[in-house]
């Protein structure tokens, strides 16, 4: 290496240094923003369940045709039971999915027992 080339490159390494100290710290995230995320991975899970039922009804599918084929060859096949596939529905963010809930039901307070007997 060349004396300049080894100059470029301190000066730029000292450079960089601080460029990345005057960067400000990251503001508290707002209440806003928080529901945001959360509502982003709300989504992201049922996105993921969605995919997990898509999939096991595709393996359904396939099971079902293999297990016709072979019955059509004459062989007897004994499939695996499996859990059946849950549809996850729709997506409900969690303001809808709380207002469709039933309210709960108060329980009538039990009477006080009665006095004991000396």
């Given at each position: 290496?060349?004396?300049?080339?080894?100059?470029?490159?301190?000066?730029?390494?000292v450079?960089?240094?601080?460029?990345?100290?005057?960067?400000?710290?990251?503001?508290?995230?707002?209440?806003?923003?928080?529901?945001?995320?959360?509502?982003?991975?709300?989504?992201?899970?049922?996105?993921?369940?969605?995919?997990?039922?898509?999939?096991?009804?595709?393996?359904?599918?396939?099971?079902?045709?293999?297990?016709?084929?072979?019955?059509?060859?004459?062989?007897?096949?004994?499939?695996?039971?499996?859990?059946?596939c849950?549809?996850?529905?729709?997506?409900?963010?969690?303001?809808?999915?709380?207002?469709?809930?039933?309210a709960?039901?108060?329980?009538?307070?039990?009477a006080?027992?009665?006095?004991?007997?000396?």
């Open positions: 290496m060349t004396p300049r080339s080894i100059a470029v490159a301190v000066a730029l390494a450079a960089s240094g601080v460029a990345l100290a005057k960067l400000p710290a990251p503001a508290a995230p707002t209440d806003a923003q928080k529901a945001a995320a959360a509502e982003a991975a709300a989504k992201t899970a049922h996105a993921g369940k969605v995919g997990a039922y898509q999939q096991c009804e595709a393996e359904s599918r396939v099971a079902a045709k293999y297990i016709a084929a072979e019955k059509a060859k004459g062989k007897a096949i004994m499939p695996q039971l499996t859990q059946p849950v549809n996850p529905g729709p997506f409900q963010t969690a303001g809808a999915a709380a207002a469709a809930a039933p709960p039901v108060a329980k009538p307070a039990a006080p027992a009665p006095a004991a007997k000396k």
